[in-house]
């Protein structure tokens, strides 16, 4: 039971466009969302989080997008790079108080490649 | 800045054979998240720690152990190994009272042959 999923298992943009990951999931217990970026042979990296009580968080070229509604995030970098190349994990995390407090459940990984 | 340091990098071992994973959490974090990525696959949560105290279990097989120890590292220990867990094991850490972040070492590459 795949609870986070990344449909696109890839997705190729050209250097300076933005690059757009999505992510849905279906436990309505996840109340934080974290992206990671994985270079092969070496583990995920941090890059940006949102909590449930927000609809948008930025940091620099990376905005993420939460619709709780949907049950959907979207991860933006813009203008993307060619150093953007790798692959981008979606998680999700149950909250204090949840029985799976700060475990992450992942999705699938979408490949991005930029193009220069 | 001090990041997830884990040993070994690489790892082979034979069937029915055991493996030790160790972790060392970056500094002032007091919890420990152990993940296992097949090939292709996304991780999967194994087993959590969260001052010396085991705090939330995943799909571990019963085969698989794992403690942290006062000084906040990690190790797991692998028995009886088998083909399938031939797999990437990673280490997180984290300040769970601060931060929903969790750290990632580089993780151990199990090879069982």
């Known amino acids: 039971d795949q609870q986070v999923k990344q449909n696109s298992p890839s997705l190729s943009v050209q250097e300076g466009r933005i690059s757009i990951l999505n992510c849905d999931y279906t436990?309505?217990?996840?109340?934080?969302f974290l992206w990671y970026k994985k270079y092969p042979a070496e583990g995920p990296t941090f890059l940006i989080s949102?909590?449930?009580?927000?609809d948008k968080n930025e940091d620099g070229r990376f905005t993420v997008f939460l619709n709780k509604s949907a049950k959907h995030l979207s991860l933006h970098i813009v203008p993307s790079q060619p150093g953007d190349s790798a692959v981008y994990f979606c998680?999700?995390?149950?909250?204090?108080?949840?029985?799976?407090?700060?475990?992450?459940?992942f999705g699938q990984g979408t490949i991005l490649t930029v193009h220069p | 800045a001090a990041g997830v340091i884990q040993s070994p990098r690489h790892l082979i071992k034979e069937k029915r054979e055991t493996a030790t994973l160790k972790c060392y959490p970056i500094?002032?974090?007091?919890?420990v998240y152990w993940y296992q990525q097949g090939p292709g696959q996304d991780p999967q949560f194994l087993i959590s720690?969260?001052?010396?105290?085991?705090?939330d279990k995943g799909s571990i097989p019963d085969r698989f152990s794992a403690q942290q120890f006062s000084d906040y590292h990690s190790e797991l220990n692998m028995s009886s190994l088998e083909l399938g867990d031939s797999a990437l094991y990673f280490c997180?850490?984290?300040?769970?009272?601060?931060?929903?972040?969790?750290?990632f070492g580089p993780g151990t590459r199990l090879t069982v042959t």
């Open positions: 997180a850490s984290s300040q769970i009272l601060s931060s929903y972040e969790q750290y």
């Open positions: 998680a999700a995390s149950v909250g204090a108080g949840g029985t799976s407090y700060g475990k992450l459940t």
């Open positions: 720690f969260y001052e010396k105290m085991q705090s």
């Open positions: 500094p002032r974090h007091d919890t």
């Open positions: 436990n309505s217990m996840f109340d934080y």
């Open positions: 949102i909590s449930s009580i927000k």
